[in-house]
């Protein structure tokens, strides 16, 4: 996702924060910029590209000498490298945004979820937008809100947004003070001698000082070479402790994780926030006029839904498939891309087709949706890249916003893949009118609440995954089962274990057992039964005692509050209740993190598993 540095010091802020920048690539970006105060003005360069574009750019500005600078005796700046995801990728949506004739400059993270309803105000009274982006507003709100204090201004403006961000503000009246504000995206704070860091990330900073302060959520920070404040929402102090930390760059690189895999599983309670958050601000609709899809009337005549994805992004499909069936009552297919562009499918004008690509450069889907174009069919890519190759070879976008997945497995992007293809059926069902207004707001409002609830469990499940992995690590073969939903958890849980683990796996509709698969189950064989709440939950548990009764031990996924399934299994490992719809986006998380565990028990290297490739990018 994106990154922020900011330095207020009394060495060249130009170099620092450049280098901050670069300690933060690892978390994927598509554009960068800074902005430098100095001698009563400031000065702005921005790069679409990586950060030699950027370093060039400054060069350039410099007369084009190696090293010479923009501005180089500035020793206040800020800095940002965005990953898009209101806004094309372009020079104009990156940061610093500036307003008030550049007077105030901010860098933000996240997304500000009611930035529709505020850039309306704020063009009414005037202000005019240079960018596409969400996070412009809050350099207008600042502007508008500024006399001569910027963190009063900062204050007064942290009050009208709603959203998951933090960002940095930099005003030309001030020339000695940074202001950060953070909810829910990261903030930290960096201590050195006469000079003072702000960062997303400690990365950023770690080369100059390991003195550090975390800004909690809802604080804001005002920054001096020589001091740092930090304040609680209305502006009152707030002390806090100065940490000395003794991560290197690459712990620090993985937010303090052993692996980046892991960190991505913790992450995907900001993936799902962003995600969903703004296009569902209403609390009771869902809006997704950001991603340049969706004429109305277009979607209100599609008359077929086909989901196209590889590996996991197929899965997110079978869920798809199963929200639009249950709410918007529409036919819809599903295949693996590899297949489905060797087919001769029958297409026309009513027909919407999703290419699911959290890379958006998969050879196999861009192929199928290449052909579905070809045939006739309106083309949505479903993925995680803005202006990858699946943007370009489509129609519409609809973009999940999980920011960088480093590790092979996917996990994060699979969970916001579920959340948007949620969001699409829940659009459909609104247009289509098969669902009342009050059972569409009632869902609404638990996707809503799917982050928390994703943050709640995995605060908690870690024990229950152990105790399972505990007595299953060795296992030569794994069956994972399912029903329904539950069917495309079953095949995403055995996926990652296959992925990261090198353990063999199958992956069944539970009632198929007994026409093959049941004769492969022994003592040795653990099953994992995705049980979770659910109109066929006591189908699901007749299946678990099938296999008990052959002698083999289950591992079940279930949903709290349930008394039906634990009786029978070896390993009950309970999700938070929800709409069963909603389950299987929890149900995957302890099935990402037992397939992690199994793999680290067996010594294995998850980030980078054999043979395989983040992005496949040939037939
Ligand atoms: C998932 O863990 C795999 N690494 C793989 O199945 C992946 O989902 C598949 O290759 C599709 O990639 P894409 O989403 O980038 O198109």
Redesign the pocket.
């Known amino acids: 996702m994106c990154g922020i540095v900011g330095y207020v010091g009394n060495r060249p802020a130009q170099d620092i924060i450049l280098g901050g920048l670069r300690k933060l690539e690892y978390r994927g970006y598509d554009s960068a910029g800074m902005s430098l105060l100095e001698d009563g003005e400031i000065q702005t360069v921005r790069a679409v590209g990586n950060l030699d574009h950027l370093e060039a750019e400054l060069e350039s500005r410099a007369g084009g000498t190696a090293t010479a600078t923009l501005v180089r005796p500035a020793t206040i700046g800020i800095g940002h490298t965005r990953w898009a995801t209101h806004g094309r990728v372009s020079v104009q949506n990156a940061h610093p945004l500036a307003a008030d004739e550049s007077r105030i400059h901010v860098v933000v993270n996240g997304i500000v979820s009611n930035y529709m309803e505020l850039r309306t105000q704020l063009l009414q009274s005037g202000c005019v937008f240079a960018t596409e982006t969400d996070a412009e507003v809050i350099a207008h709100l600042i502007a508008t809100n500024y006399s001569d204090d910027l963190a009063d201004a900062v204050i007064q403006t942290l009050d009208r947004l709603d959203g998951y961000f933090a960002f940095v503000a930099m005003a030309l009246e001030e020339p000695h003070v940074l202001v950060g504000a953070r909810r829910e995206c990261p903030l930290v704070v960096g201590r050195g001698e006469e000079e003072s860091f702000l960062a997303s990330a400690l990365p950023a900073f770690l080369a100059h000082t390991n003195r550090i302060q975390y800004i909690e959520n809802g604080e804001i920070v005002v920054l001096r070479a020589g001091s740092v404040e930090i304040r609680d929402a209305a502006g009152a102090p707030r002390e806090r402790e100065i940490e000395t930390i003794e991560w290197d760059e690459e712990t620090a690189e993985k937010g303090g994780y052993e692996t980046f895999m892991l960190k991505e599983i913790h992450e995907q309670t900001d993936a799902l926030a962003e995600t969903i958050a703004d296009r569902t601000a209403s609390g009771h609709s869902v809006d997704l006029s950001d991603s340049e899809v969706f004429d109305e009337d277009i979607l209100r005549g599609v008359e077929r839904v086909t989901f196209i994805?590889?590996?996991?992004?197929y899965h997110a499909g079978l869920l798809g498939r199963a929200a639009i069936e249950a709410w918007a009552r529409l036919h819809v297919e599903v295949d693996v891309a590899s297949e489905y562009r060797y087919r001769s499918p029958i297409l026309g004008p009513g027909d919407l087709v999703v290419g699911?690509?959290?890379?958006?450069?998969?050879a196999d889907?861009l192929a199928a949706m290449r052909l579905a174009r070809e045939r006739g069919a309106r083309v949505i890519a479903l993925t995680n890249t803005m202006g990858s190759q699946a943007t370009r070879d489509s129609d519409a976008v609809l973009l999940t916003r999980a920011g960088l997945e480093v590790g092979?497995?996917?996990t994060k992007?699979?969970t916001a893949q579920v959340a948007a293809v949620f969001m699409l059926a829940l659009r459909l069902a609104e247009l289509r009118e098969t669902l009342p207004a009050e059972r569409i707001a009632e869902l609404v409002a638990q996707l809503r609440h799917m982050p928390e609830l994703v943050e709640e469990l995995l605060e908690r499940v870690g024990p229950a995954v152990e105790e399972a992995a505990e007595w299953c690590w060795q296992a030569p073969f794994f069956l994972y089962i399912g029903r329904q939903e539950g069917v495309a958890v079953a095949l995403e849980g055995a996926?990652?274990l296959k992925?990261i683990a090198y353990v063999s796996t199958d992956a069944y509709a539970s009632g198929e057992m007994k026409h093959g698969p049941i004769a492969l189950l022994d003592e040795q064989t653990p099953v994992v039964a995705v049980a979770t709440a659910s109109p066929v939950l006591s189908r699901v548990v007749d299946n678990i005692e099938t296999v008990q009764a052959r002698g083999a031990k289950v591992i079940a996924i279930t949903t709290e509050g349930d008394a039906t399934v634990a009786p029978h299994v070896a390993t009950a490992i309970p999700v938070p209740a929800t709409d069963p719809m909603f389950q299987p986006l929890l149900a995957t998380i302890p099935l990402q993190l037992l397939a992690y565990s199994v793999a680290r028990r067996r010594g294995l290297n998850v980030d980078q598993p054999r043979n395989?490739a983040?992005?496949?990018t040939v037939e």
């Open positions: 994805g590889c590996g996991t992004a699911i690509s959290q890379s958006g450069e998969t889907t092979v497995a996917a992007t699979f996926l990652k992925e395989l983040k992005t496949v």
